[in-house]
């Protein structure tokens, strides 16, 4: 005890004989000198806001998962990441007060998250800052510790009332965009709302739960678990667990699906993939028993010259059909066609490019003005 007082007393010492301090009058002196030792943030503080899906270690997995924090007299912030990291990184997407996300590579490690404000802000304000691991794969940041400057303190991040379910495949993930999720329509959309999302998708999978394109199940199986594909290639953690669905807080409003481009890619049986589709909305009705569902159409692949190419004629129909007829009235088709054109896609890959997301984000949102649902004015904690 004596010691750390004494530590403190020497430590106080310095900060104040440094050359930029005025010197303390009596009262810095003797009655409450300012605090001198970082602030520590253990992994399971119930003030971090985790979002996304996140193993026991804590790590995460799925494009978009990680945490918010609102932290009051923020000046700085290093994160501990732990051995279960991606190596040689992680790359983050962070937003610092909602200004638009930047990349930061991150170690296993210290590392040091540039949190200052271009406007400082006064004494006892908040800062609330938002991490998300932005790719589909190599997406392990595994959480340890969070270190805040000294006299910071956590106070509660308050959820958005609104809350995106996004699932799907490589369309869902800004697959080969340079920052991955933080450029992908359905990101956007959550921003634009000012909404908590989260997005379950991995590029080549299916729906129908079988091999595809490197992914050992479809989607029919692993929106269900905590991990994504990269389970399979990982050394360190190669097994899957189910997920617990009471972990996404806060419950999610609006549930978006665009799958199907893999499965006809396979070539599976539009009568397979349609009933796959029937059921396994019957299981995700299950978990979300009132929230509106959108269903996407595919935009089609498109060509330099002549129409897109489409798949699944009438499916989407016929699945949303039999989802009314049991009564369900509570789903909606999205047709996107005509939505994306060559122009819009990586020649090569015929993904959408950047600016393509950016196009559909724009599609999405009037779509669901006109539906009913509108951007919040605020963010929940500005
Ligand atoms: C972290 O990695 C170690 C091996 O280095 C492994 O034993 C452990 O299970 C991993 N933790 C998780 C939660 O995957
Ligand atoms: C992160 O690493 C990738 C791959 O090395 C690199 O292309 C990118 O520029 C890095 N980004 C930042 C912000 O350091
Ligand atoms: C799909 O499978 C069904 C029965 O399983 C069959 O009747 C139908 O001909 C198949 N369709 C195609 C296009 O192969
Ligand atoms: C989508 O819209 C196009 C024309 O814009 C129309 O031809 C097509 O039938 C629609 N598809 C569905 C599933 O409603
Ligand atoms: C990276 C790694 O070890 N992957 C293995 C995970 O487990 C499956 C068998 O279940 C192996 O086939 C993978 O090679």
Redesign the pocket.
């Given at each position: 005890m004596f010691l750390q007082g004494f530590l403190l007393a020497c430590l106080a010492i310095s900060s104040w004989a440094s050359p930029s301090s005025v010197t303390p009058g009596p009262l810095e002196l003797f009655g409450s000198p300012r605090p001198t030792s970082q602030v520590k943030v253990r992994n399971d503080d119930p003030l971090i806001f985790f979002h996304g899906r996140w193993d026991t270690a804590p790590e995460t997995w799925w494009s978009g998962s990680g945490f918010k924090i609102n932290v009051q007299d923020l000046s700085s912030l290093t994160l501990n990441l732990g051995p279960n990291t991606t190596a040689p990184f992680v790359a983050l997407g962070v937003s610092v007060d909602y200004a638009p996300f930047f990349t930061f590579n991150a170690t296993a490690g210290a590392n040091s998250i540039p949190v200052s404000l271009a406007t400082p802000k006064g004494s006892g304000a908040t800062t609330v800052v938002r991490f998300n691991v932005e790719m589909y794969a190599n997406n392990q940041m595994h959480l340890e510790s969070i270190v805040l400057n000294a006299g910071a303190k956590l106070v509660p991040y308050v959820p958005s009332e609104l809350a995106f379910e996004f699932i799907g495949d490589s369309f869902s993930t800004g697959y080969t965009t340079p920052e991955g999720i933080l450029q992908a329509w359905d990101f956007i959309t959550g921003e634009t709302f000012k909404a908590e999302e989260s997005v379950v998708a991995q590029p080549g999978a299916t729906l129908v739960d079988m091999e595809s394109f490197g992914n050992e199940h479809g989607m029919s199986f692993q929106f269900f678990q905590t991990e994504d594909t990269g389970?399979?290639?990982?050394?360190k953690h190669?097994?899957t667990t189910p997920w617990s669905f009471s972990r996404d807080v806060p419950e999610r409003t609006h549930v978006v699906v665009h799958i199907g481009a893999n499965d006809a890619s396979q070539s599976v049986n539009q009568t397979v993939f349609v009933n796959t589709y029937i059921d396994f909305l019957a299981r995700v009705r299950k978990l979300y028993p009132t929230q509106p569902f959108f269903l996407f159409t595919p935009w089609g692949w498109p060509n330099p010259t002549g129409p897109n190419a489409y798949y699944y004629p009438g499916a989407y129909n016929s699945v949303l059909a039999a989802r009314q007829a049991l009564g369900d009235h509570n789903m909606f088709l999205v047709n996107t066609t005509g939505w994306i054109t060559y122009e819009d896609v990586f020649p090569d890959n015929k993904h959408p490019s950047v600016e393509g997301h950016a196009k559909i984000a724009r599609l999405f949102q009037t779509w669901l003005e006109n539906w009913g649902l509108h951007p919040l004015k605020t963010w929940s904690n500005a």
């Open positions: 389970y399979f290639y990982n050394a190669n097994f």
